[in-house]
């Protein structure tokens, strides 16, 4: 089911839909593959909207999809791409056949991703499910009513949910496959993942798939 999904390092994660290859917030990339279709950006922190990572998979004919408020900065690196698509919370989308939804992401109780600073994760239709991409984000109402066969999901803490907040998460939802993200690089440990794992719901299967 998951063979089509990469996670790189933290949250950098790349997705094949058909032909096609979906980057979402790419960073530290090891190599210049140069083969995205869409690049999905989530939220305009340093470790998600980095402009010297984009360049590493950007080709001349890539789609950037940023948040509607992130539209300025964006334009910054628009000579990389072939063009820029804004998207809002709440949204369903269709961009060149790539069916997305949006899922606002935000903080409960901190301060680190406002929820009127309009960030976003991502529901992405490809062959026979729907994946989402939660972004930075807490265990907030949107999240817990998302419907999804494949759930990514930050577990590092302290900017996010930690591992069993995302569990709970997860066990709330009940997606197929859970993978978790955003942990052991930057915030978190490496064995975040085992601690995740020990607490989703047995009938749920957990995916360890970062690379490095």
């Known amino acids: 089911m998951t063979r089509d999904i990469e996670v790189y390092t933290h ?12 980057y979402i917030d790419p960073f530290q990339m090891r190599r210049e593959n140069k083969d995205a279709d869409f690049i999905l950006i989530t939220h305009d922190h340093y ?4 402009p010297e990572d984009i360049a590493r998979v950007a080709g001349p004919s890539t789609v ?7 539209a300025d900065k ?4 628009a000579p990389l791409v072939s063009r820029i698509e804004t998207v809002r ?20 109780g901190k301060s680190f991703h406002p929820k009127d600073a309009g960030w976003v994760g991502y529901i992405v ?8 991409i939660a972004g930075d984000t807490d265990e907030t109402a949107e999240a817990l009513n998302v419907i999804c066969d494949v759930a990514m999901v930050p577990i590092g803490g ?3 949910m930690d591992a069993r907040q995302a ?6 939802i009940r997606p197929k496959v859970a993978i978790p993200v955003h942990y052991g690089g930057h915030v978190g440990k490496k064995t975040d993942a085992q601690i995740f794992r020990d607490h989703v719901d047995p009938s749920i299967s957990v995916e360890v798939k970062m690379l490095y």
């Open 167 to 172: 569990a709970q998460l997860v066990n709330h």
């Open 125 to 132: 239709m490809i062959p026979g499910q729907r994946v989402y």
């Open 64 to 70: 950037l999809v940023v948040p509607e408020t992130m």
């Open 74 to 77: 964006a334009k910054s690196i």
């Open 11 to 22: 949250s950098s994660i790349r997705l094949t839909e058909r032909d096609r290859k979906i």
């Open 47 to 50: 470790d998600h909207f980095s």
């Open 89 to 108: 919370p709440g949204q369903i989308y269709n961009i060149d056949g790539l069916a997305l939804e949006t899922v606002a992401a935000y903080n409960i």
């Open 158 to 160: 302290t900017y996010t």
